[in-house]
């Protein structure tokens, strides 16, 4: 890709890029007509929407008593409180999220096709893995925030680059919205503003432009992280915005607590007394593998969501005398308490933290695992009365007419996913070495941003929060498409740099023929 093939096509607009290039009206019809019948198919097959059980019946309940905070970020219930003014369908639903998956990848391709112009190849395979992707199909069905947040980061990674190349006043605006929306969707999004800080930083509009811009969306989210303060504030009387964080810092302490040898571990602070007693003596007493598999999981998330396990019998045991404590507000209250022994485990053993959850972590990240996707409805045949009165079912048993509830054409997703990371590291330290900036700034920018969020990604994944193929969805599709345009870069490199070679030679031998003529 030369400085030249990076330029809109001829200087027309996106539009007319869309639809007035045969080529690419032709792509969209065909598009659009195989996703029409993919997902027709897919729901012959499954009838009816997928539930996580625990994590869909949540993000129902939310919706239905239109709740403003919960276990989870509230966006996603604010969604289906949305889709529910038109209809209870999970069809319809289903259907629409399908269609703002595949929308929303479409917008970003196109907008790197238009920006960046990379060969038909490289553009014909990113489409035809995308546009017939099985994962789009299963996160569409699933009731669950994942595939509506794939959709949005496709829609906010455009959006930057539009930013940084061709930016506008509505742009902008549209950025801060979609950054906004997804902030509210998923924690992973926190990440994003600083990204989003980069591209302002590579666009060329005015000082101004990027303080308002960068503002903006700051102001946002920062509205929401106030807002979500405020009401765990009134629930629990703690200011606190992710409870969910005091869970997972707890969660990730106990992975590194059960490798610590009872004759190193060392004393706690007596606020924390009690807790960590409590997860001693459970140590000490599931050392048999065989008799709790549970215990030879690593870097999972077990230990915060099972009953019976010590943080939640912890908390039990605190609220024992208040019987009126709703399950959101002694789940919220932990938070602060979780995270402080959490952070303060993992600060006296962390070589026991970098060996037995970071590196297990990492490994999931590398190839995440199938997880919740491996079944369809988590591997049962009916659903919680929420999910009934929600959708108007009849009955609480789904429709099903797959033989078998494992989705076996995931499986192939670990694989691709660890290739896909190794094949990204590589074209990284190639485009380094190569110096790859100096021949194209423009392209460089996209590059930039891209690596951020792959990086920024992984480091938040494996330090703080869990791997799973729903969860990295977003990530994955994103590295396979900065790994192909560096593929095809480097190839152009390649054939300009042999072009230049031949015409050197060319030369060389023009010019010792006029010196054998001279001399002659």
Request: aromatic share 16%; with cysteine.
């Amino acid at each position: 890709m030369n400085e030249q093939t990076t330029m809109p096509v001829n200087g027309v607009s996106f539009k007319d890029f869309l639809f007035k290039t045969k080529r690419n009206r032709t792509i969209l019809c065909i598009a659009a007509t195989a996703i029409i019948i993919q997902f027709a198919i897919f729901k012959y097959l499954y009838p009816s929407a997928s539930f996580i059980h625990g994590d869909s019946f949540s993000y129902l309940d939310a919706a239905y008593h239109n709740l403003s905070i919960n276990t989870y970020l509230i966006g996603y219930s604010n969604f289906l409180r949305l889709v529910s003014v038109f209809t209870r369908s999970d069809l319809i639903l289903t259907a629409f999220q399908y269609l703002l998956i595949q929308s929303s990848v479409l917008f970003l391709l196109f907008t790197l096709f238009y920006f960046y112009k990379p060969d038909r190849i490289v553009q014909t395979v990113l489409l035809c893995f995308m546009v017939f992707n099985p994962l789009f199909l299963h996160l569409a069905n699933l009731v669950s925030s994942d595939g509506y947040f794939l959709s949005l980061s496709m829609i906010w990674i455009a959006l930057l680059l539009w930013i940084i190349h061709k930016p506008s006043r509505q742009i902008i605006i549209w950025h801060a919205v979609v950054l906004f929306i997804a902030f509210t969707t998923r924690y992973n999004a926190m990440i994003y503003p600083v990204i989003a800080l980069i591209a302002f930083w590579l666009s060329k509009i005015s000082i101004r432009q990027k303080i308002a811009g960068i503002t903006a969306g700051l102001i946002l989210c920062g509205l929401f992280v106030g807002f979500t303060s405020y009401k765990y504030k009134k629930l629990t009387g703690y200011w606190q915005y992710s409870p969910f964080s005091g869970w997972q810092w707890a969660n990730n302490a106990m992975y590194t607590y059960r490798f610590v040898d009872s004759a190193n571990r060392k004393p706690v602070p007596k606020k924390f007394q009690s807790l960590d007693n409590m997860i001693r003596q459970y140590f000490d007493s599931t050392r048999d593998i065989k008799k709790y598999p549970t215990e030879g999981m690593l870097a999972s998330t077990f230990y915060m969501w099972s009953y019976g396990m010590p943080l939640m019998k912890y908390r039990d045991s605190l609220f024992k005398k208040d019987t009126a404590a709703v399950e959101l507000k002694k789940w919220a209250s932990m938070g602060p308490l979780y995270k402080e022994y959490g952070i303060h485990i993992i600060k006296q053993y962390p070589i026991q933290f970098a060996r037995f959850f970071l590196w297990p972590n990492a490994n999931k990240y590398y190839a995440p695992p199938v997880e919740f996707l491996e079944s369809y409805n988590s591997g049962k045949d009916s659903v919680t009365l929420v999910a009934e009165a929600w959708f108007g079912y009849k009955t609480g048993k789904l429709n099903l007419r797959m033989k078998d509830k494992k989705t076996w054409v995931l499986d192939f997703y670990p694989i691709l996913s660890g290739v896909i990371n190794i094949v990204m590291l590589c074209c990284l330290l190639c485009y380094l070495l190569l110096k790859g900036w100096q021949y194209n700034n423009r392209f460089s920018k996209g590059i930039l941003v891209g690596a951020t969020v792959w990086s920024l990604n992984a480091g938040f994944t494996i330090f703080a929060s869990s791997a799973a193929l729903r969860f990295q969805s977003f990530p994955i599709m994103l590295t396979a498409i900065i790994a192909a345009l560096l593929i095809d870069w480097m190839a152009q490199l390649i054939t300009s740099m042999k072009k230049e070679t031949s015409q050197l030679n060319e030369v060389e031998k023009v010019t010792e023929s006029l010196a054998t003529e001279v001399v002659a």
